[in-house]
């Protein structure tokens, strides 16, 4: 059973216009939740994070909102960008079990329209 | 810039043949893993390792081995390769034991693996 779910396989969005990517997850005990943009014959990178404590986390153009009662998170692209094009992977993990190891969604391929 | 290397990048063999994949990273890291992944799906943890001489398996069940003989390196062996172990293999690492930012992985580019 998936913890992780990234229910849209892909999004397409125009250039300059708000991309939003979202993740649900399952499992109560997450308690730290990561963003990662994959390209095609790379490895994921890591874009944003945030911690249970929090609501909102900003990094330029990258912002991660989290509602823990709905058990959802979501990233926001604004603008977006052509190079913002890629595989987008949503991970939790709970501290403490497995020492924080990660579970990954199956990932959402963001398409940006020039 | 993380520094985490794998080789090969792509490797195509033969069926029963015997393959290490390797991953190397400078930064220090004490934990490492091994994810499998395959187009369209989720990242599946194989293999991790807290530090020297620990090795963990992960969530899905893998038929490879893993060593840890030095922080800096920890190479994946299929003894006898299979049409269905093709799938490409990532190598990451993050510190262990800072905090809460000790759960950012550091990924390497991974290896495309098709076994014939």
């Known amino acids: ?114 | 810039e993380a520094d985490i290397y794998q080789t090969p990048r792509y490797l195509v063999i033969g069926t029963g043949k015997k393959i290490t994949l390797e991953c190397s990273q400078t930064m220090g890291h004490d934990k490492m893993y091994w994810y499998q992944q395959d187009p369209g799906m989720e990242l599946h943890l194989i293999h991790y390792s807290y530090g020297v001489n620990s090795t963990e398996k992960g969530d899905l069940s893998s038929e490879s081995t893993v060593s840890r003989i030095r922080t800096e390196h920890f190479p994946l062996t299929l003894e006898s390769a299979r049409p269905s172990h093709t799938s490409q293999y990532l190598c990451a690492s993050s510190e262990y034991g800072q905090g809460r930012q000790g759960n950012e992985q550091f990924f390497g580019p991974g290896t495309r693996l098709t076994v014939l």
């Not at chain 1, 960008?81 to 391929?109: E, R």
Request: proline fraction near 5%; charge should be positive; hydrophobic fraction near 30%.
């Open chain 1, 1 to 114: 059973d998936q913890q992780v779910k990234q229910n849209s396989p892909s999004l397409s969005v125009q250039e300059g216009r708000i991309s939003i990517l979202n993740c649900d997850y399952t499992n109560s005990m997450f308690d730290y939740f990561l963003w990662y943009k994959k390209y095609p014959a790379e490895g994921p990178t890591f874009l944003i994070s945030i911690s249970s404590i929090k609501d909102k986390n900003e990094d330029g153009r990258f912002t991660v909102f989290l509602n823990k009662s709905a058990k959802h998170l979501s990233l926001h692209i604004v603008p977006s960008q052509p190079g913002d094009s890629a595989v987008y992977f949503c991970a939790a993990s709970a501290y403490g079990g497995s020492q924080g190891n990660l579970i990954f969604g199956k990932g959402t391929k963001l398409s940006v329209k020039p």
